[in-house]
């Protein structure tokens, strides 16, 4: 069993103790230690498996959880989650997943019901029988029957990082010598999640390719087998991955074609029918004579089709290919641009890793500056950090300039349910760069959530806007909020808005990023790190931008450090 498999085991195990209303220390100890796992580099069942080792070297895991880890390897399972999944049943940690419902909700749900699937909750909702107990009414049914619609809407896709490991891991495995080995599909194009994986192989090996794929000792299911292309069901969790083998000529036309998106590739042959050509997967030719016309690169086809090429991430018909035959397509932001990272967490409060071993990360990394902003108050869970605290850590980052990198003092300050921020402003105004987030009270109407945002901008110490939607991927949908309005009043006071690069955030969106640049906004790129395992995220964060044609321009950490200084401490 891999590191992230166990992690989601320690995971389901504290949400499940959480139902129970166990002790909250217990239950931080088990979603502590999956944290600490699902960054370990090194796979914990290899440790255990090694008498010279022990898992208790590892920073986080005491000898509790080292026995769990010992009977988890022995047999993927171990006797605390087994005697809760005996008095709730699996489905039961699916219901966390539906907005508007907690653990308490959860378990008075089934105590009263014996609620247990999403069905179950479907049905209960609808004969409006959550309204008949405490602290639940009409309002949260609609919301809750919301919830499941989007929820199963969304059930089937995996995260974009997932699908990028998968397909890494995949691109290795097949690679021979000569052959050619591409992702395509929604990955390529950067989508926040991904249904599926399309891989292309071309190459004097592809054949032989096809074979090797369906051998792979992670192919749960074979899904179909052909001449020139292979289906599996991947891993545990059953991602189904196509594998086509390509001839040469056809390897750009096929790449053009399978990496969409269907919009775009409509729009793409209407454009060539007009000009007498017709585009497939194999080519690009003349309509009257089927005269190849290119096929071999991409680049060869959009220029046949009188375009500039057109990077995937843009590749969603909205407007992309009129702007590419204007030749006004922007040059996108790369991973090459950042130049610091600006959202990060240290041991100070919920980070894994101490504020020297951060630096020392994203010095290696090639970066020139980094912001440390460990948790407000708020966040008792995470040990955040009060008025003094704060003041008394900004003061010790500025004394550890001498890590080869410049360490800018900083803050993630909740913003209160008024409004208000979590920490005095005579505080906040001793640190360097304060990002201001919302992780409570999400369930806040339409026009109280945008008041409340609109109140935290008045603050004169907010650099950032955190997470600005607050979604977390396929399991909580972002709050309501004007977020036009938000933007435009943090163009107005030069409040940058954040593109959180956490897999689970990818927050902001493609159109949400358009739409805010639309009206002046500037933005800032940053992994919110807790491991500097976290720092690579960078690049999912990248892609975002790229999706929401930014440039460089429009990003603040690719400013030099001089530069980003002078945007930071205006003279």
């Known amino acids: ?52 080792r022990k898992v208790t070297e590892i920073a986080g895991i005491g000898k509790g ?20 999944l005996e008095k709730y049943p699996a489905g039961t940690l699916e219901l966390l997943k539906i907005q508007g419902l907690g653990p308490k909700s959860i378990r008075l749900l089934f105590e009263t019901y014996r609620c247990a699937t999403i069905d179950d909750l479907e049905r209960l909702c609808r004969e409006q029988k959550l309204r008949e107990l405490p602290r639940m009414g009409a309002k949260l049914e609609e919301k809750v029957l919301r919830s499941i619609a989007n929820y199963r809407q ?32 929604s990955l390529r194009r950067g989508r926040e999640t991904v249904g599926d994986l399309d891989l292309l192989v071309t190459g004097p090996g592809a054949p032989q390719a096809l074979e090797k794929f369906v051998a792979h000792p992670k192919a749960q299911e074979i899904l179909g087998r052909g001449a020139n292309k292979a289906s599996i069901r991947f891993g545990h969790e059953g991602i189904q991955v196509d594998l086509r083998a390509l001839p040469e000529e056809s390897y750009g036309a096929a790449l053009q074609y399978f990496t969409g998106s269907k919009d775009h590739n409509v729009s793409l042959r209407q454009r060539a029918l007009k000009m007498g050509l017709t ?30 090429w ?137 026009a109280e959530m945008t008041d409340r945002l609109m109140r935290a901008l008045e603050c004169p110490s907010i650099r950032a806007l955190g997470h600005p939607t607050g979604r977390i991927l396929l399991q909580r949908e972002p709050y309501p909020f004007d977020f036009d309005l938000v933007a435009a009043e943090a163009a107005r006071r030069n409040v940058w808005l954040e593109i959180n690069s956490s897999p689970e955030r990818l927050d902001l969106g493609a159109a949400m990023i358009r739409a805010a640049k639309s009206k002046g906004c500037r933005f800032v790129i940053n992994t919110d790190a807790h491991h500097p395992k976290h720092l690579a995220n960078m690049s999912y964060g990248v892609r975002m931008a790229r999706r929401g044609w930014l440039e460089p321009r429009d990003v603040v950490n690719t400013l030099p450090l001089s530069e980003f200084e002078k945007t930071i401490h205006p003279q």
Do not use: W
């Open 279 to 308: 585009l497939s997967e194999y080519s690009l030719a003349k309509i009257e004579t089927n005269e190849r016309v290119a096929g071999a690169t991409e680049e060869e086809i959009y220029a046949a089709l009188g375009l500039a």
């Open 1 to 52: 069993m891999d590191n992230r498999a166990i992690a989601r085991l320690l995971y389901e195990t504290a949400d499940l103790m959480e139902i129970a209303e166990e002790d909250s220390f217990r239950i931080r100890s088990y979603r502590n230690a999956a944290a600490v796992i699902e960054s370990h580099p090194e796979q914990i069942s290899a440790i255990l498996r090694n008498p010279d």
């Open 310 to 446: 057109i990077p995937p991430e843009l590749r969603e018909n909205c407007g992309e290919i009129e702007a590419a035959a204007e030749a006004r397509l922007p040059q996108l932001i790369g991973l090459q641009d950042i130049r610091g990272d600006l959202h990060m967490h240290t041991t100070e409060t919920d980070g894994r890793a101490t504020l020297e071993q951060m630096a020392e990360a994203a010095r290696e990394r090639g970066y020139l500056y980094i912001a440390i902003t460990d948790h407000s108050k708020a966040l008792a869970m995470a040990n955040g950090l009060d008025e003094k605290r704060a003041v008394a850590f900004a003061h010790q980052v500025r004394e550890m300039n001498n890590l080869g990198i410049r360490v800018f003092s900083g803050l993630e300050c909740d913003i209160r349910r008024d409004g208000a921020m979590d920490l005095e402003n005579d505080a906040l105004a001793e640190l360097d760069f304060v990002i201001a987030s919302v992780h409570s009270y999400m369930n806040l109407e339409y």
């Open 154 to 185: 969304r059930a089937g896709r995996f995260l974009l990082s997932f699908a990028q490991g998968v397909a890494d891991e995949l691109v290795s495995y097949l690679h021979n010598g000569g052959d050619r080995v591409t992702p395509a599909g």
């Open 65 to 84: 959880i080292a026995a769990v880890l010992a009977e988890i390897d022995e047999r993927a399972s171990f006797q605390r989650r087994d005697e809760l």
